[in-house]
């Protein structure tokens, strides 16, 4: 399994209002890979809870550097923790954390399997499909203690956003990593057969939303397993900065071959920046939308 973890689409995002209502908002960002498929570390750091509460094994790190000042890290909804890892431990990036859970019945890990024998059931009322939650806290254990906030009574909380975490690692995997077509985005996914058409070789029409990615966006869209989600517009052309980019649910595609308004170190023609990005709030609010 070449591809990790964290290419695969989001399922759930971080205080989407239309999720855990109850609570506000999620407290975490869920992907959607494979059940049992492994999970690695993102970020350096001392494991400083190993537990299973209702909501799948979790594991939380206590990082070496301070995200964007916040000290602690979890993975959730893991249906089983790599045996070898103890509190006190130290990893590093890319070591096994554990395996992908989220399910509420023994039904949806049929077919898969992980080293320790045994996959993690979850509550039903406490996970929707197979996925990993990652979440940033201010306390050491996911679920407890002053880091955790009911957001109805605070808001949402965006300083514990993890999903820059996770395109961080997205981006980073595609200018170091080796990949081929099997590791991109397929038609026949789940997730893409479910929402899009192949119209050509490199156009795809999302039928939910009535919007096409094609070219340069597709590929990068692809490569990055379909991580901004749907697209919410078509391409749009920026002439004051010469590029081209189109609007998804979690983000903004850039394609700017020329490396006209970012150049992130590594990159092809296309990269991804989040919606409060100041160089997506530029392209957002100009006034060539």
Not at 94 to 111: D, F, H
Not at 124 to 138: D, E, F, T, Y
Not at 252 to 279: A, Q, T
Request: hydrophobic share 40%.
């Amino acid at each position: 399994m070449n591809k990790p973890w964290f290419m695969y689409p989001f399922t759930i995002r971080f205080g989407d209002p239309n999720s855990n209502v109850l609570l506000g908002g999620p407290h975490d960002l869920d992907v959607g890979p494979p059940a049992n498929y492994p999970v690695t570390a993102l970020l350096p750091g001392t494991i400083v809870d190993i537990s299973a509460p209702i909501w799948g094994k979790q594991v939380g790190v206590q990082l070496d550097s301070p995200y964007k000042g916040i000290p602690y890290m979890a993975f959730l909804h893991l249906s089983a923790v790599n045996p070898a890892l103890r509190k006190g431990q130290h990893v590093s990036v890319g070591e096994l954390i554990g395996w992908v859970g989220g399910a509420t019945s023994e039904a949806q890990y049929a077919g898969t399997s992980n080293p320790t024998g045994h996959s993690f059931v979850n509550d039903p009322s406490q996970s929707s499909q197979i996925q990993v939650g990652v979440a940033l806290m201010r306390g050491p254990v996911y679920g407890q203690g002053a880091g955790w906030v009911d957001f109805i009574v605070h808001g949402v909380d965006w300083s514990l956003d993890p999903t820059q975490l996770i395109l961080d690692a997205q981006q980073h995997f595609i200018a170091t990593g080796i990949e081929g077509e099997d590791d991109m985005l397929q038609i026949t996914h789940p997730f893409a057969e479910a929402h899009f058409t192949q119209i050509a070789e490199d156009r795809w029409h999302c039928r939910t939303t009535n919007q096409d990615i094609a070219f340069g966006i597709l590929g990068f869209y692809r490569r990055i397993g379909g991580a901004p989600r749907l697209p919410l517009t078509g391409e749009r052309h920026d002439p004051d900065h010469d590029v081209t980019y189109q609007v998804f649910e979690a983000g903004v595609i850039v394609f700017d071959p020329n490396h006209r308004l970012d150049h992130p170190i590594g990159f092809g023609s296309s990269y991804l920046l989040k919606f409060d990005s100041d160089l997506a709030k530029k392209l957002l609010t100009g006034s060539h939308q």
